[in-house]
């Protein structure tokens, strides 16, 4: 996360309300999941949700493409670290019951029937090939090299664009009607109103677009450096394992702004 004298910005800016409010942004990602309250004024309305609550950012959605993009790459590539660096347990698949011969290769049954079967890490991988990509990532240094980097630079790009989400919410609370009698969550809006500055005229808009403009483009700086590591992963068999290609992203994309969370 740049810290905040590292952001750019462009024009007539009430820098000391800008720096209070992007504080105050740091602070509410930070104790997203842990506040329910905060949830609540930025997630609902004001009110306590009927569902499940989202544990991470991955479960918050919004019209951002770019910012949905990143969270699918992260998915399936620590997905694919985690299969490379954790030990997986072994499953013996059978269809049958049988006793596993010594080399692990088959079932022997009486009169020396063999049956093969499948061996399995506990969530439905094959483990040979487990062991294969595990073998390959603690021989490939480069490609190990390139994978972390464009983890890295992801979790970088995704961080902007969280605060982002953070901001873009606590604005649209802005226009929210909260009682007093609702304790804790009218306070919370009641503080996002004063660091915007005004509830209403153009001192609110002035100081989100700044900020907006300041998260948007730190996050496409690192996105685009991830851009380079995926380059890299894309010229071998064992990196493109880590990496999706960009039409099956487009495709993970479309899926999930077809079904976005309010």
Same mark, same amino acid.
């Given at each position: ?37 905060? =949830? ?10 009927? &569902? ?23 998915? #399936? ?67 190990? &090299? ?33 009682? %007093? ?7 919370? =809006?009641?503080?996002? #109103?004063?660091?915007?500055? %005004?509830?209403?005229?153009? #001192?609110? &808009? ?17 996105? &685009? ?9 894309? =010229? ?27």
């Amino acid at each position: 996360m740049a810290k905040f004298k590292n952001y750019l910005f462009i024009g007539d800016i009430d820098m000391k309300g800008v720096e209070g409010l992007h504080n105050l942004v740091v602070e509410y990602k930070k104790d997203f999941f842990t506040n329910n309250d905060l =949830q609540d004024v930025l997630l609902h309305g004001g009110y306590e949700p009927e &569902g499940e609550r989202p544990t991470s950012f991955h479960d918050i959605y919004d019209a951002f493409l770019l910012r949905t993009k990143t969270s699918i790459h992260l998915g #399936i590539l620590e997905k694919m670290i985690e299969t490379a660096t954790n030990p997986k347990l072994t499953i013996v698949k059978r269809d049958e019951e049988g006793i596993v011969s010594p080399e692990g290769r088959g079932v022997i049954y009486p009169h020396n029937k063999i049956m093969h079967v499948a061996l399995e890490t506990p969530e439905g991988y094959n483990a040979h090939k487990v062991e294969e990509i595990q073998e390959k990532w603690f021989n490939e240094s480069e490609v190990v &090299g390139n994978a972390r980097n464009f983890q890295s630079n992801l979790n970088k790009a995704f961080n902007e664009f969280n605060l982002k989400c953070v901001l873009a919410r606590m604005y649209r609370s802005l226009s929210l009607f909260i009682p %007093e009698d609702f304790g804790e969550v009218h306070n919370i =809006q009641e503080k996002i #109103i004063k660091y915007f500055g %005004e509830k209403y005229g153009d #001192i609110p &808009g002035k100081r989100l677009n700044a900020l907006d403009n300041a998260y948007y483009n730190v996050g496409k700086m690192f996105f &685009g450096q991830a851009g380079q590591d995926w380059e890299k992963l894309s =010229q071998s068999d064992f990196g493109r394992m880590f990496i999706l290609s960009p039409e099956k992203n487009k495709k993970a994309t479309k899926k999930v702004l077809s079904t976005l969370r309010t």
